[in-house]
């Protein structure tokens, strides 16, 4: 059984262990009230196409669809005509099929190893076209191309963002072995960043998505690294005396919020993305953590047990009075503020059971949001629609997902083992 743990143990988590480092298995559990039907007719491939049967676009851009709980992917099978571009569409099949929209596309081989990737969305109703784009692209694109496929449909459906060609961070730990693993945001193609016999925590995306900054007890202490995604260098930010845990970036990338202990007990600092110019935040004699800048940069969020209880609190980013931010319960801790600075996500403590809860920073309204018991670690999309975070399922650790609505529910599993600390990567580029 995974224990939840304490405030005043929440700088140093320990993870259980897993056996796998498999991709992430994603099942829907939840939907929205209405959900957009669309045909996704299977791609056209030529068959000289290097590498287009490894992975099928339509399926991938179909399984994105569905994961957002927001669209019902229509079977298309039946339909005897299966158009690959506009002038083959003949749309009275596609209204019997009560399609409100349809995405056709062709996987074509180029010189030099390469593919072109077409798709054409079409509102089925007005018989117009929506989106079309052609992609140059790799044979070992095309699952990225899906994603991007995916998220334009999404936008001109929905009229947000789409979050599929983003990536997640999690933590695992295989034996004594701990890593530091991103995947794309469906769980597909894990990668390691860094591994250790040490426990590794607390894992933050900068801005432009190619550094993550993190905690490594590999010194038999808590140091913050910043790991480049790109060339796979690493430095030490902060390695002062006593804890250095808490890493967050601020939205320019410019600075982090930390937590040290090196003059007190915890207290929240900030500093530049080089190691330089340490300045104190908070200064109390409470428990200051779990830091989280403002979509502006101008305040910083955290947890402190400064009135007795851990609450949210947030503070100027350069110092100053700490306002108490959450009102309702007597425990909430791990604050998350929502990419455009409406809402806190947020763990809350209610007769024993830790859920993500949100809470409406202009209203002050609140809504537990997940229906597990042992909750920890939110991390919005960067839309803003859905939360990741860690749970408990069938006594391993294991991630799950909720729309900031409460609708849509995902749970994330990686067979045989327990995963931890999931962080949601920026917006794709």
């Known amino acids: 059984m995974i224990k939840i743990r304490s405030f005043l143990s929440v700088i140093f ?7 796998s480092q498999a991709a ?5 559990v939840g939907g929205a009230a209405q959900q957009i039907p669309i045909a996704i007719v299977p791609f056209s491939t030529t068959a000289n196409a290097p590498g287009a049967g490894q992975d099928n676009i339509s399926t991938i851009i179909g399984a994105d669809l569905r994961r957002s709980g927001l669209f019902r992917v229509l079977e298309t099978r ?3 005509n299966q158009p690959h571009d506009l002038p083959e569409i003949k749309y009275p099949e596609w209204v019997a099929l009560q399609a409100q929209a349809l995405t056709v596309g062709k996987v074509e081989a180029l010189p030099g190893n390469r593919l072109k990737v077409s798709f054409r969305l079409v509102d089925v109703l007005k018989q117009n076209q929506l989106a079309g784009l052609e992609y140059n692209i790799a044979p070992n694109q095309l699952r990225a191309t899906a994603h991007r496929i995916a998220d334009i449909i999404y936008e001109k459906l929905t009229g947000e963002p789409g979050v599929f060609a983003t990536r997640i961070s999690y933590i695992t730990r295989v034996g004594k072995r701990y890593a530091l693993q991103v995947a794309d945001a469906d769980g597909y193609a894990p990668q390691t960043v860094v591994s250790s016999n040490e ?3 607390s894992p933050s995306w900068s801005p432009d998505g190619t550094k993550l900054a993190y905690v490594s007890f590999e010194k038999k202490k808590p140091i913050i690294f910043v790991q480049s995604l790109v060339s796979g260098q690493r430095y030490a930010l902060a390695n002062f005396k006593g804890n250095n845990s808490a890493p967050s970036w601020s939205p320019d990338g410019k600075r982090l919020a930390i937590v040290l202990t090196h003059s007190a007990n915890s207290q ?4 530049n993305a080089d190691g330089t110019g340490l300045q104190q935040v908070t200064r109390s004699s409470a428990i200051d953590t779990e830091p989280v800048w403002s979509p502006d940069g101008g305040s910083i969020y955290f947890t402190s047990n400064r009135g007795g209880a851990p609450q949210i609190y947030r503070i100027p980013a350069t110092g100053g009075d700490a306002k108490r931010v959450t009102f309702e319960g007597t425990y909430n801790v791990s604050p998350r503020i ?3 600075g409406k809402a806190l996500a947020y763990i809350r403590q209610e007769q024993g059971r830790f859920r993500v809860t949100i809470q409406d920073l202009a209203t002050g309204q609140v809504q537990i949001l997940s229906d597990t018991a042992q909750d920890e670690s939110p991390s919005f999309a960067p839309n803003g629609r859905m939360i990741l975070y860690a749970t408990n399922a069938g006594g391993k650790g294991a991630l799950a997902a909720v729309s900031s609505d409460g609708r849509v529910k995902q749970r994330l599993s990686e067979t ?3 995963v931890r600390e999931p962080a949601w990567g920026p917006a794709a580029n």
């Open 13 to 19: 988590i320990l993870l259980l262990p897993v056996t």
């Open 24 to 28: 992430l298995d994603i099942e829907i």
């Open 78 to 80: 039946g339909v005897a």
């Open 199 to 201: 426990p590794i925590i």
């Open 268 to 271: 929240v600092y900030t500093i």
């Open 338 to 340: 929502s990419p455009d």
């Open 416 to 418: 045989g083992g327990d």
